[in-house]
């Protein structure tokens, strides 16, 4: 590209970073990598009364969770900051005087009462609803006894009449609209506060945005953005409108329905390796039936040509499944931090050595590391019950006589190790001429309560011999009862 590629994330601490936004979040961040430029974030927090305690912060760990480092913004000042908006209202007052004074906008003083009746007499009509443009040729005179008299004012954008204002989208291709339809937009409100649209754009010029990634929500705001453009004689970036995520459902995401904050996934056991990766192909396809990808893979391969246009869905089975891979892979030291401190939560406690064995056993059976923690709480505690069903089928009249006879075969192995826990079942099943099912399933639910699992023998040497012959007389003395 001719110019070096800047893009931005500028969320807004009014709620959490959910998955739409931290997928927006994800492709500005590709899309940077990728073309060897720099990623910016930015605070767009001058809707106060929506602010919301502790977003903010929450906003900060969720993309640095997900690895969404930026290049520029709050403690990284590139030259361009501050990087939060409501520090930066000085800059907007000036941009709205100079485009009041270049007639590209103007000061309207139509309360908010009069507003309602208008969209009310509108509406009863039957016609298209918007600003009526009342104060947009009001006279110089009129403007001053205004201002004499303390009457609160906004600054609107004055949208010019007769138009076709149209946008290369890079993604869905050429947009028109005609700009009849659209009302003179609010620029700075009452309060003094821009909105926005004026804050938006007056950034991303001042930043050096080149390219503008967002949701397809702000389709119909980006005319306005054009004109907005054109009446401060600047260039506006490339703007690429993302698609749309539904829930599984094909409705709307809402937090019932997988719209879920970053961190509630972090917390529901999600790996932020496996999140980027399912995220990154909502709405891209890296081609070759690529799914399982490292960052480095997706950066390298990121491109918005193969950025479809069409909603995609949140799938989350199909995120377990990937998280699944992804737990499997990791070094069981590295996961060992989370899972202890899960099971603290449930009273259990485990050296160093013990866990890593427990998370080796179960990782590759879990999709989730709270399901991990969830699964092992016979490493720590006796069974308190057994699964009634398996107690159905397998602690049937032979099983007690069957465990007995296992057990004191179990007491004479002074190396208790998988491989010669595994050789003393075998040696007692081909001398009783059974199979070796017949033992190993009462043995699994005696000693876990539950009749599936990981690998017996390898389950048996971690718990110990102890523990395991305990367990089994237990069970014993439950089938005899």
């Not at 994330?9 to 927006?24: C, E, I, K, M, Q």
């Not at 005696?446 to 040497?461: H, K, N, R, T, Y």
């Amino acid at each position: 590209m001719a110019e070096k590629v800047r893009v931005r994330f500028a969320p807004s601490p009014t709620g959490y970073l959910h998955v739409g936004g931290a997928r927006s979040a994800l492709f500005n961040y590709l899309f940077a990598r990728h073309n060897g430029g720099e990623f910016l974030l930015r605070i767009e927090d001058t809707d106060r009364s929506r602010f919301v305690e502790g977003a903010l912060t929450e906003i900060y760990d969720s993309l640095r969770w997900l690895g969404l480092d930026w290049d520029e913004g709050p403690g990284k000042d590139g030259g361009c900051g501050p990087y939060v908006q409501s520090e930066r209202l000085h800059i907007y007052k000036d941009k709205a005087a100079q485009l009041i004074e270049s007639g590209h906008a103007y000061r309207c003083f139509c309360t908010s009462e009069r507003l309602a009746g208008v969209r009310a007499e509108q509406e009863k009509a039957g016609g298209a609803t918007g600003y009526d443009r009342r104060c947009r040729d009001l006279s110089p005179e009129e403007i001053e006894r205004n201002h004499k008299d303390g009457a609160p004012h906004v600054v609107r954008l004055k949208i010019p009449m007769g138009r076709t204002v149209a946008f290369e989208d890079l993604i869905r291709g050429r947009i028109e609209y005609q700009s009849d339809v659209l009302d003179d937009l609010v620029l700075i409100k009452a309060d003094g506060f821009p909105t926005y649209h004026m804050a938006n754009i007056v950034d991303d010029h001042e930043m050096r945005i080149t390219h503008v990634l967002r949701g397809d929500e702000w389709i119909a705001s980006t005319p306005r953005h054009v004109l907005l453009y054109e009446a401060f004689g600047w260039d506006a970036p490339a703007f690429a409108h993302l698609p749309v995520i539904l829930s599984p459902d094909g409705g709307k995401l809402s937090k019932r329905k997988g719209a879920a904050s970053v961190m509630d996934y972090k917390r529901g056991g999600f790996l932020p390796e496996a999140l980027f990766n399912f995220l990154a192909l909502l709405g891209w396809a890296p081609g070759g039936d690529r799914e399982k990808m490292s960052v480095q893979e997706m950066i390298e391969a990121f491109s918005l040509e193969q950025v479809s246009p069409k909603a995609s869905v949140l799938d989350e089975k199909k995120l377990e499944w990937m998280n699944g891979t992804y737990m499997a892979e990791r070094p069981s030291e590295s996961l060992a931090g989370d899972v202890t401190a899960l099971w603290k939560e449930r009273g259990y406690e485990a050296g160093d050595d013990y866990a890593i064995k427990v998370i080796d056993l179960l990782k590759v059976r879990s999709r989730r590391v709270t399901e991990l923690a969830d699964t092992s709480s016979y490493f720590f505690v006796d069974p308190a019950e057994y699964e009634e069903k398996a107690v159905k089928k397998h602690f049937n009249a032979d099983a007690a006589g069957r465990l007995a006879l296992i057990s004191k075969e179990i007491e004479g192995i002074d190396d208790f190790t998988h491989a010669n826990i595994e050789a003393v079942y075998r040696g007692w099943s081909e001398r009783q001429q059974l199979s070796i099912s017949s033992v190993i399933h009462p043995t699994r639910l005696a000693i876990s309560g539950v009749s599936a699992g990981p690998g017996l023998f390898e389950m048996m040497e971690v718990i110990g011999k102890e523990k395991v012959l305990k367990r089994i007389s237990a069970a014993i003395k439950f089938i005899g009862n």
